[in-house]
């Protein structure tokens, strides 16, 4: 599945991206858990990530692979996503995220014990939210072994400075950033994807190798584009001038013979219409002289008129218009603004939602909002109703049990329950050992404050 804003092309070798490749081989079979490419829109990334997907399932090894691609989507929630992977894995599907987050942590300690790899390669990787890249962190095991689960993680520019919060310390990541190409690398480029380009004959008629690679700034996509639509542009051209050779002067020929016709028909009736005659109406200068401001108006006569030659003229009446009285200052009110009772109840209701807080903060997410951004808390339970949060809590015996709400697009707020805080990562992860069965079937993953502080202030407006 190729990215969302990638321009699709051949992925093309060159030495750089060569030895890329190479790394990521030997990566994804020996011992790392994440691997991050990073490179700008039309780079490159999804024909890597076709090739290293072609490259893996052809290699001879003696861990049995297992490969999966999938493409992010701006704006998917945890829940989406989790139930994406596990459809991907041919994994059960879940209640809840909490559950399928449960389902894969159960699915990597299995793919361990049976000595299997699987890989899953995905593309847009930017596009997923931090929760999202939190909750998925979170459930890898760290393995210096050739088998278990395995991210590689395509994405733009700098998305290592957001996902180096969510990797965890026993987590062993890799990034990598993709090459431009040379000059020469180019134009190699260019004559594999685009051979129509270089076998132009005038070669006047298109960039230079060195002005595309300096638009292009060296990034593949970008040149290809560029080139693609200076060749059509030159194709109009030369099809355009070929007309001109042929038809055009006669078509224009008939078409200005028609103009001039018509132009003519109509000069001949303007004439004949002026020579039936017209009649002339004169009016003495200063006849309808008004001293003061007034409205002409005019009425016909109220006698019949006949059938006779004589007609009757219009009637004139003159109505003189009276300015209105100015109102004097204390017939002016000086508050022009409704009050209460005059306005219907939902503007009266619209007016106080305006002026006051909409959203007031629990107890608990004020605490949360108290505390150090870089603790942890472990995530526990997640739910959009109300009663299925009351019968969680009813159930948990564990103290600093803490709830907050969290914005969701398109639907009512999410409402999620975490314990805490701890002190670092891995002290989250020891109490995540002791917690009680039915917060571990939960799915219980640890959580930075910090990702839980901006949850509570994008859902209260603070």
Request: charged share 20%; net charge negative; hydrophobic share 45%.
């Amino acid at each position: 599945m190729t990215g969302g804003h990638e321009q699709t092309v051949e992925y093309f070798s060159t030495p750089a991206l060569a030895g890329v490749l190479q790394q990521l081989k030997h990566l994804c079979f020996f011992g790392s858990d994440v691997l991050l490419v990073e490179g700008p829109t039309f780079s490159g990334k999804t024909a890597l990530k076709q090739e290293l997907s072609r490259q893996l399932q052809s290699q001879d090894s003696e861990a049995v692979l297992t490969l999966a691609c999938w493409s992010a989507v701006a704006g998917l929630e945890l829940e989406h996503v989790v139930f994406e992977l596990l459809d991907l894995l041919g994994l059960p599907k879940a209640q809840s995220a909490g559950q399928g987050l449960q389902f894969l942590r159960s699915f990597i300690q299995s793919i361990l014990s049976e000595q299997r790899l699987v890989v899953i390669l995905v593309d847009d990787a930017h596009l997923l939210s931090d929760e999202v890249l939190s909750a998925l962190l979170g459930v890898l095991q760290s393995s210096t072994a050739a088998y278990g689960l395995r991210f590689v993680l395509f994405a733009e520019p700098k998305f290592s400075r957001r996902i180096d919060e969510f990797i965890q310390l026993d987590l062993q990541a890799y990034d990598f950033h993709l090459p431009s190409f040379s000059v020469d690398e180019l134009q190699r480029f260019l004559d594999f994807s685009l051979p129509s380009f270089s076998d132009v004959a005038d070669k006047t008629k298109l960039s230079s190798i060195s002005t595309l690679w300096s638009h292009s700034k060296g990034l593949p996509g970008v040149a290809l584009c560029v080139a693609k639509k200076e060749l059509e542009n030159l194709q109009v051209e030369l099809a355009g001038a070929g007309g001109k050779r042929g038809f055009l002067p006669l078509i224009h020929i008939v078409a200005l013979s028609l103009l001039v016709a018509l132009l003519l028909l109509l000069f001949l009736y303007r004439g004949a219409q002026k020579e039936e005659g017209s009649v002339e109406i004169e009016m003495s200068p200063g006849q309808f002289e008004l001293e003061s401001p007034a409205r002409l108006l005019v009425s016909p006569s109220p006698e019949v008129v006949n059938d006779s030659a004589e007609q009757v003229s219009p009637e004139l009446v003159l109505v003189e218009l009276k300015p209105s009285p100015e109102p004097s200052l204390s017939q002016i009110p000086t508050d022009m603004s409704p009050s209460a009772e005059q306005l219907p109840e939902q503007a009266v209701l619209e007016f106080v939602s305006d002026s006051q807080p909409t959203m007031t903060l629990s107890d608990d997410e004020q605490l949360l909002l108290s505390l150090d951004g870089n603790s942890y808390v472990l995530q526990v339970f997640a739910a959009g109703e109300l009663a299925n949060l009351r019968r969680f809590l009813a159930k948990a015996k564990t103290p600093n049990v803490l709830s907050y709400r969290r914005k969701r697009s398109g639907k009512a707020p999410l409402n999620i329950v975490v314990i805490g805080p701890y002190e670092d990562l891995t002290k989250a992860k020891s109490a995540l050992k002791l917690l009680p069965e039915h917060f571990r079937q939960s799915g219980a993953w640890p959580k930075k404050v910090d990702l839980v502080q901006r949850e509570i202030t994008d859902f209260s407006g603070l």
